[in-house]
């Protein structure tokens, strides 16, 4: 059985950032979020300057694009302070969990940006998720 390129991916990123959360937590009970963040960032300019390597030491034109990409970066790190100082009051077997449930701000922008539409099913989902939230707030 051959596995399609992107569920091969979408393991990869299951299996790093499972381990992720678990090296975050060991980090945190540390080291302070600030200090964590920055040595995390450090740890993806290998990947970032191997990727810049690459594509030839060029970047997209598309100033929009650009600007999307920054702002990922942005978002992504006030997202890890949060998820470390978290982790660093919680248990990582509850904050883990928890914090793995931003797809549903993700589906609510989408539906509500994007005009995309959920099935039952998707619908289902994103109500047992709230009740995740529910339960693990417990």
Known sequence: MRLSRWLTYALLCI????????????????????????????????????????????????????????????????????YYAAVS???????????SLFPLLTVALAFVFLRERLNRVQIGGVALSLVAIAIFSQ
């Open 89 to 99: 009051r919680g248990k990582v077997s509850v904050v883990g969990p928890v914090t």
């Open 15 to 82: 299996v790093a950032w499972g381990t992720w959360g678990f090296v975050a937590k060991l980090g945190a009970d540390r080291i302070a979020p600030g200090p964590l963040q920055i040595l995390a960032t450090a740890g993806t300019l290998p990947l970032a300057l191997l990727a810049f390597v690459q594509l030839r030491m060029r970047l997209e034109k598309d100033a929009k694009g650009i600007s999307y990409g920054i702002a990922n970066g942005v978002l992504s790190g006030v997202g890890l302070l949060a």
